[in-house]
Nanobody, 129 residues
Framework: QVQLVESGGGLVQAGGSLRLSCAAS????????LGWFRQAPGKEREFVAG????????FYADSVKGRFTISRDNAKNTVFLQMNSLKPEDTAVYYC??????????????????????WGQGTQVTVSS
C-alpha cells in the first residue's frame, strides 16, 4: 500500500515558477513508477510527466516539455515537479500517481491513468495572466 500527499501548489503569475512535492509512504516506493497528472475544470485528467524507479528515465507531455522537470528522491520517498515559465493554461489540480505495473518505457505507457494504482488528493495550481 502506498499513500501519496501532494504539496506546493498556489497562485502564481504567468511566467513564474512553482515546485510541487509528493511525499509517499510505503516500503516499495523506490520500485514504483511515479507520475504527475493534472485536471482542469470540465476536462479529463491528463498526463504531465513520469519517472521510472531510478530516476534515469523521464517522460513529458508535449505541452510541458522544456518547462517542467520531474525528479525523485527515493531516500526521502518524494517526487518533485519543477514548473517554470508557467502559463494560464497550466491552471489545474495536480495529482501524483504511483504504480508498479508500468513496464514499457514510453510516454503512452507512463501517461495511461488506468495503469496507476495509487493517487494523492491533489494540489491546486492557478496561473494568472
Amino acid at each position: 500500500q502506498v499513500q501519496l500527499v501532494e504539496s506546493g501548489g498556489g497562485l502564481v503569475q504567468a511566467g513564474g515558477s512553482l515546485r510541487l512535492s509528493c511525499a509517499a509512504s510505503g516500503r516499495t516506493f523506490s520500485s514504483y513508477v511515479l507520475g504527475w497528472f493534472r485536471q482542469a475544470p470540465g476536462k479529463e485528467r491528463e498526463f504531465v510527466a513520469g519517472i521510472n524507479w531510478s530516476g534515469v528515465r523521464t517522460f513529458y507531455a508535449d505541452s510541458v516539455k522544456g518547462r517542467f522537470t520531474i525528479s525523485r528522491d527515493n531516500a526521502k520517498n518524494t517526487v518533485f515537479l519543477q514548473m517554470n515559465s508557467l502559463k494560464p493554461e497550466d491552471t489545474a489540480v495536480y495529482y501524483c500517481g504511483a504504480t508498479p505495473r508500468v513496464t514499457s518505457w514510453n510516454t503512452d505507457a507512463y501517461g495511461n491513468t488506468d495503469a496507476y494504482d495509487y493517487w494523492g488528493q491533489g494540489t491546486q495550481v492557478t496561473v494568472s495572466s
